[in-house]
Nanobody, 121 residues
Framework: QVQLVESGGGLVQAGGSLRLSCAASGRTFSRSGMGWFRQAPGKEREFVATISRSGDFRIHADSVKGRFTISRDNAKNTVYLQMNSLKPEDTAVYYC??????????????WGQGTQVTVSS
């Protein structure tokens, strides 16, 4: 069993930055691919970024490429999402997930409760 707790969300003006954190419990963190997804009101949950177990491989969605960066610290059982140059369309609930490295939701077995990110124009 893996428990995931996100933090770092909030309200920010367009062009600003936020860093999301996801703290994982359990001894399997370093063996898990990790991902970030987001869900805006009335929309499907969509892929944002994923990172491999070692951190050597990363994929970012085209919509966030060059602005967001996923990283992880296996010693701290934590994965991060650095978000720069935020846009109003980035407004969503952001979810952390643990499972197999990849871009589809079904790769992931465990999900956090989500953290709200709101970007004002």
């Amino acid at each position: 069993q893996v428990q995931l707790v996100e933090s770092g969300g909030g309200l920010v003006q367009a062009g600003g930055s936020l860093r999301l954190s996801c703290a994982a419990s359990g001894r399997t963190f370093s063996r898990s691919g990790m991902g970030w997804f987001r869900q805006a009101p009335g929309k499907e949950r969509e892929f944002v970024a994923t990172i491999s177990r070692s951190g050597d491989f990363r994929i970012h969605a085209d919509s966030v490429k060059g602005r967001f960066t996923i990283s992880r610290d296996n010693a701290k059982n934590t994965v991060y999402l650095q978000m720069n140059s935020l846009k109003p369309e980035d407004t969503a609930v952001y979810y952390c997930a643990a499972g197999a490295f990849g871009v589809i939701k079904s790769n992931y077995d465990y999900w956090g409760q989500g953290t709200q990110v709101t970007v004002s124009s």
